[in-house]
């Protein structure tokens, strides 16, 4: 598939209290359950890995639930940019690439070791076609991740940088605690200088 120390390892308890925790709230039934949980596999990465690379169709999607994720573009002058951030409980998809077969223009990188719970895509697409209350939830997600791409996409334009990432730090701490100043500073469109004076100005002003 790709170069990595990609493994898959099966267990039960894991499995049990993880995704069951992930469709708790998406008034998914129990036998629902027992349709849908023996379709994801559990798969472990190490830092530095690749879950997908630009020019890669994506075949799978993920829930992480342990570790961290980027995403991340080359710009014109050969630079990485990150488009995405990702922690435990989120999702990570290219959702074009998966339901356009289209090859991706993103790279999608562990930042630390992960566990993950994936699922292909021919599985993703009986489950949607068959079972009305996973058909929601997905689309549930699929529409929270257009809205909070588009927000940060207008936010990039329309805040100060340090709303930005007042922002991040009141929505996802555990990102901006965990991932390192250089990728959080791209993600906000900002220097890693800028974001350090943010930083200090910010812990000198509580």
């Known amino acids: 598939m790709f170069e990595s120390t990609y493994k898959i390892c099966f267990t039960k308890m894991t499995e049990e209290h993880f995704l069951n925790k992930v469709f708790a709230s998406s008034g998914i039934t129990k036998d629902e359950l027992k349709e849908i949980i ?3 596999k559990q798969v472990t990465f190490q830092k530095g890995d690749y879950l997908l690379k630009e020019g890669q169709v994506e075949k799978f999607y993920w829930f992480i639930e342990s570790g961290f994720i980027r995403s991340y573009i080359i710009d014109t002058e050969g630079n990485d940019i990150t488009f995405n951030l ?18 991706t223009r993103e790279n999608i990188q562990a930042l630390t070791d992960l566990v993950c719970w994936e699922i292909t895509f021919n599985n993703f697409q009986e489950l ?21 791409l ?12 340090k709303n930005r990432y007042l922002k ?26 800028s974001l350090s004076r943010i930083r200090k100005e910010i812990a000198n002003n509580p």
Do not use: C, W
Not at 129 to 148: D, K
Not at 150 to 161: F, M, P, R, T, V
């Open 86 to 103: 990702y922690g435990s409980g989120d999702v990570v998809i290219d959702y074009p690439s998966m339901f356009f077969f289209a090859p």
């Open 38 to 40: 023996p379709r994801y």
């Open 150 to 161: 588009k927000e940060h996409s207008i936010s990039l334009i329309a805040d100060q940088a």
């Open 168 to 193: 991040l730090l009141k929505e996802k701490p555990h990102i901006v605690q965990n991932v390192s100043l250089k990728h959080i500073a791209t993600f906000l469109g900002i220097t890693d200088t």
């Open 128 to 148: 949607f076609n068959t079972i009305l209350n996973f058909r929601e939830q997905q689309r549930g997600l699929l529409v929270g991740s257009y809205f909070a």
